[in-house]
């Protein structure tokens, strides 16, 4: 009489308790984001398109909670947090990349995309393909590429036309050893510094300038800081979309194409961001009380740089340097 008793308790037991081990499989992961910028900024533009793909490519399964504006450390402390599991997932520049993976510093070489046609191509097609496929050798997993734009000059003291006029500004830059050595060719004293502390040595006269993309120039309001832009365009700045290594492993093989999907969506966001922002950028700028030098002599600038380029072929393979600069 007693197991007669027992049988449905137990039964209604076990039923029960599979359901409650059941639950957690189709529970919603959130997972941690991290970059450098606000979310008004083209990082915010790309880290929402990624997460509105991903929750749907993925039916809900995973949601993506941003952290903008450095809020889990900068860019370096980003990649080793990638790499330890402790965040999620990550939009960096290449500045910070090429201290881990130091071949993709063949992007930041000055002068060597024509303009954002060339460099998307270059990115998109087998170069920046397998680009991304180096990362893994790193602890690291990167999914795609999206975009900063190129480069301008930003400082306080002088409008900047040509190279000569760049020389003994010291100006804050990211730890890019590709970017220093053409600086320094110039002239100008590379400061390399951590993008959170850029705005406050900005006000308190530690450096005299900086340089970026439009659109961190403009999303981060540095009219507030800087009185000149010089339209340099002297480097393209290429950014991109990581996952940690400990996330990627753990996905079925549909899940990490979703993540890989999201990843193109929120390049293709970045993309479009830039693609405004090069045409509105500069009045705004203006509008906000920046003088703003649109007819730079390049070819100074371009003179300026050209010894670095020994440097450069010693550095990365100078095959794949002439093969990024045909790519039509």
Known sequence: MRKTWLAPLFAAFTAASGLALATPAAAQTTLKMAYALSTSSHYGAGGEAFSKSLEAGTGGRYKVQQFPSSALGGEREVIEGLQLGTIDLAILSTGATLNFVPQTGVFDIPFLMRDLTHARQVLDGPIGQDMLKAFSARGLEALAWGEQG????????R???????AKGLKIRTTENPVHITAFRQIGILPTPMAWPEVATALQQGTIDGQENPLSVITSAKLSQLQKHLSLTGHVYAPAVVMVSPTVYAGLSDADKQAFVEAAKKGAQAMRAFVDNIEK????????????????????????????AYEEYYKRFDKKLIEDIRNTR
């Open 150 to 157: 190129f480069r301008h000059l930003t400082n306080s003291k």
């Open 159 to 165: 409008a900047v036309v040509a190279a000569a006029d």
């Open 280 to 307: 509105t950028g500069v009045e705004q700028l203006k509008s906000e009380g920046m003088e703003v030098v649109v007819t730079v002599d390049r070819k100074s600038f371009e003179d300026a740089v050209a010894p």
